[in-house]
Nanobody, 124 residues
């Protein structure tokens, strides 16, 4: 299973970006999907998560500005970033809890997978 994130970039404060993350591979089903972010010297922190049924959780610092959504048919999770602030500058990572096929074994397993990260830079 692989997660491929895209959509990062440089934007001025107050601007918007939309991040996407596509899961691919021997996927049986995807449970929770989410976004985390990390800046140099700091721990990775939760931004938002979304369950397979659409229940969302947001970090307090992004609530009302960011929106997480998913397209289950496309195995894709999105993060709409609005009203961006300099403090939102970070590398954003997507994650998914995936039930996947063990091809040669004939059964499935569940595990957490991470994308490679996409940089968001907000300038004043």
């Amino acid at each position: 299973v692989q997660l491929q994130a895209s959509g990062g970039g440089r934007v001025q404060a107050g601007g918007s970006l939309r991040l996407s993350c596509v899961a691919s591979g021997s996927i049986f089903s995807i449970n929770d999907m989410g976004w985390y972010r990390q800046t140099p010297g700091k721990q990775r922190e939760l931004v938002a998560t979304i369950s397979s049924g659409g229940t969302t959780i947001y970090a307090g610092s992004v609530k009302g500005r960011f929106t997480i959504s998913r397209d289950n048919a496309k195995n894709t999770v999105y993060l709409q970033l609005n009203s961006l602030e300099r403090e939102d500058t970070a590398t954003y990572f997507c994650t998914a809890n995936v039930r996947y096929h063990m091809i040669s074994a004939g059964f499935t397993r569940t595990g957490d997978f991470w994308g490679q990260g996409t940089q968001v830079t907000v300038s004043s």
